[in-house]
């Protein structure tokens, strides 16, 4: 079944299209505009949360990053430090349920050993 196994792979390999430097302006921007509801912004909650790991150009995704909300609970098993208040991005993984256009005949998670990627 298609579902979590609490790996912990996405959490400590966050991988997205924005550099570093991308979220870090987008992240100032939001916190200097007033009239914005920063809560309204993805980019305002990730960026403190993340760690830059490295960059493969080779990836539709190349900037990896590790989320310092990464912990392991009192069984040593993964789990998020904000489970209540993660941000969308990680409520919605791998992003599918709502996103039809998307080609579904691959994995839809990019992370090997996804749950996501076994058959309902
Ligand atoms: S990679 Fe997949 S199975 Fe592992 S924690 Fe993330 S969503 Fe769950
Ligand atoms: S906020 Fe939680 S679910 Fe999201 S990447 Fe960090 S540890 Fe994982």
Same mark, same amino acid.
């Given at each position: 079944?298609?579902?979590?196994?609490?790996?912990?792979?996405?959490?400590?390999?966050?991988? /997205?299209?924005? +550099? @570093?430097?991308? !979220?870090?302006?987008? *992240?100032? *921007?939001?916190?200097?505009? %007033?009239?914005?509801? %920063? &809560? $309204? +912004?993805?980019?305002?909650?990730? $960026? @403190?949360? /993340?760690? $830059? =790991?490295?960059?493969?150009?080779?990836?539709?995704? @190349? *900037?990896?990053?590790?989320?310092?909300?990464?912990? !392991?609970?009192?069984?040593? =098993?993964?789990?998020?430090?904000?489970?209540?208040?993660? %941000?969308?991005?990680?409520?919605? $993984?791998?992003? *599918?349920?709502?996103?039809?256009? !998307?080609?579904? +005949?691959?994995?839809?998670?990019?992370?090997?050993?996804?749950?996501? &990627?076994?058959?309902?």
């Amino acid at each position: 079944m298609a579902e979590c196994k609490r790996c912990g792979r996405c959490c400590q390999d966050v991988r /997205l299209a924005e +550099s @570093p430097d991308m !979220l870090e302006r987008a *992240y100032h *921007y939001w916190k200097k505009s %007033p009239s914005i509801d %920063p &809560n $309204f +912004s993805e980019i305002y909650l990730i $960026f @403190p949360m /993340l760690r $830059f =790991l490295y960059e493969d150009r080779r990836e539709d995704l @190349p *900037y990896h990053y590790r989320c310092v909300h990464y912990a !392991l609970d009192a069984d040593g =098993l993964p789990a998020c430090a904000i489970h209540p208040i993660r %941000p969308r991005m990680c409520r919605d $993984f791998p992003y *599918y349920d709502e996103a039809e256009h !998307l080609d579904r +005949s691959g994995p839809v998670s990019p992370y090997e050993g996804c749950g996501y &990627n076994e058959a309902d």
